[in-house]
């Protein structure tokens, strides 16, 4: 069976915005066009960190809440979507902040799964695990040891 894509499993995090903060900074740094997936009230709080960060570490970024951006902003690189399927084209790696498996996976090569400490939350990650797996996804998993 080939591999539809890479799914890197962080989990232990113990601060996932903070961890979703790093990931982005890191991915955008090397030229990534990434999306930000999850529950929207996350997606909100990442989305004032982003903001707020230093401004030498300004992170291109836009919150799209309904699918409806203008054009102008469409080609912006890094997305925060609680609706990754309805994200334009050119946007390689998804980064999933929630607890089911993405809508619109197909279209991303690389998923970075970040699941917290919380015993909801990891039981929820085993199952997205399996679902990845089932789905002909290479997983890898990365325990993190703080953050």
Do not use: C
């Amino acid at each position: 069976m080939t591999s539809k894509g890479t799914v890197e499993f962080h989990h232990g995090v113990g601060d996932k915005l903070l961890y979703a903060h790093r990931l982005v900074r890191k991915a955008y740094r090397q030229g990534a066009r990434l999306v930000v997936t999850g529950e929207l009230s996350d997606l909100r709080r990442l989305d004032q960190q982003l903001w707020t960060a230093d401004e030498q570490d300004f992170i291109a970024h836009v919150l799209d809440t309904d699918g409806a951006l203008p054009p102008r902003l469409q080609d912006t690189p890094v997305w925060l979507t609680p609706r990754p399927d309805q994200v334009p084209p050119g946007h390689e790696v998804l980064v999933n902040l929630g607890h089911t498996v993405p809508e619109g996976l197909s279209a991303y090569r690389r998923l970075f799964d970040i699941v917290s400490q919380s015993p909801d939350d990891r039981h929820s990650g085993r199952t997205r695990w399996k679902t990845y797996q089932a789905m002909g996804w290479d997983v890898r998993p990365h325990e993190v040891t703080s953050t």
